[in-house]
């Protein structure tokens, strides 16, 4: 049998990781190209207007990302007395990955999930539904808190930040230059030998390019699950607590109440994946992908933790 090592997965995955991300600054370049072949130079004013407007907002979100998903998901912060057992695990993980101890929150939701968020390791706050902290033992919870911890460790709100900021740059200028082809007379300063091969290929990119870059976030999204997944192994050397504790999420068939598409990414079970139309649009691989990758970790015995 193949020999599996988490070490490998993540490192495959902050490849993969990256090169998605060279990819949305190559769309991001030929979409540019694509405005001035198109609807030529003047069309240049465009572009640092949709850039600063798409900065403003993402990057105002990524600041107050705490505060912004605690409105939108109902969570409320608790304090150590209000839950000592769940502060003790979570203070177990910090141990094990050197990170600092987060703000810690619960939102009253009967179906089991659970989150991260936060700029950086210093302002990070996991939360963990009502249901989540009913239905799973010991093991499974440290496994869950391990894995949220991972996204902090891994700066994963950042890296979401980065995607949807070129996503959201790409999607906003594709939209108003459209409007201004469609409504504003088309290219204005076009001159009579552009070539019309390209001026349909310019079209095209234009057409195309949001739907790209969404497909690109969303790639950007699941190999950062299977990166915090992989990292949470590290911290807790129990690959069998996270995987028994996805396989009770995939058996239970609630969803979260607050389930919109601009906090779906965060939770470690998407509510919105199952309505995708497609695998490619999912923020996260299929749950079952990611419990054979764990169980393939457990059969390798004691002897693989030593690579952790």
Known sequence: MATFSFRAAQ????RKTFLLLGAMGA???LVLLSIFTYLGTSSAAIVPFAVGLTLISVWGSYYGSDKL???MTGAKQIQESDNPKLFGLIQEITIASGLPMPKVAIV?????NAFATGRNPEHALIAFTTGILDAMDRDQLQGVIAHEMAHVGNRDTLVSAVAATTAGVIALISDLLMRMMW???GRRDRDSNANPV???VSLLVLILAPIAATLLKSAISRRRESLADATAV?????PAGLRRALETLAADSTVVRQRSNAVAHIWIES????KSISKLFSTHPPIEERIETLRAMESLGPDSKSEL
């Open 198 to 200: 390209m001026l349909i």
């Open 234 to 238: 590290s911290f807790t050397r129990n």
């Open 108 to 112: 009253e939701d009967s179906a089991p």
């Open 271 to 274: 509510p919105l994946d199952g």
């Open 27 to 29: 769309l991001t370049w």
């Open 183 to 185: 409504f504003g007379g």
């Open 11 to 14: 490192s495959s995955n902050k």
């Open 69 to 71: 998903v605690l409105t």
